[in-house]
């Protein structure tokens, strides 16, 4: 992202790179505070996402309509691995940009052998139309705070 230029995608679609968060943390960390002041049940801080990219834990992908930080994660039983999609932020809010991505996601999933591609989202109204697009839903989870 260091020589993009932030702009909302129409039909363009941009490749995101692989990025070293150390280069633009001054620009992710705005992005991360800002989904973790709308996202309060979240417990990690930015340092968290830092940290774990710099020790390639996690992967930032960057493009001129936002950001997007990685996982593998691998069942312990089946060892099946799952891309999982840990954050994602557009510049553009409510602009969906990540709808672009689909085909790039998936063949990141490939490359990296993954089997799975998950995500999660407090945004109900992303269900419908993440079933019309082949996702189905996998797990729902309730929470409660024990009482003192």
Known sequence: M???ERRSTT???VEPVLTDIRSTWNIIKPGL??????????TFIPEDVYSDCVNEKAFLFTSPVGFLVLTIQTDRY?????????IAYTY???GHEWLAH???IEEVAKRSGCKYIEAQSH???LEPYALKRGWSLDTIVYRRK???
């Open 2 to 4: 260091e020589d993009t």
């Open 146 to 148: 024990v009482n003192e």
């Open 102 to 104: 689909e085909a790039w």
């Open 92 to 94: 553009n809010k409510g």
């Open 11 to 13: 039909n363009d679609f």
């Open 78 to 86: 089946t060892k099946d691995k799952t891309l999982y999609m840990w």
């Open 123 to 125: 945004v109900r109204e």
């Open 33 to 42: 505070e800002s989904i973790l002041a709308d996202n309060p049940s979240l």
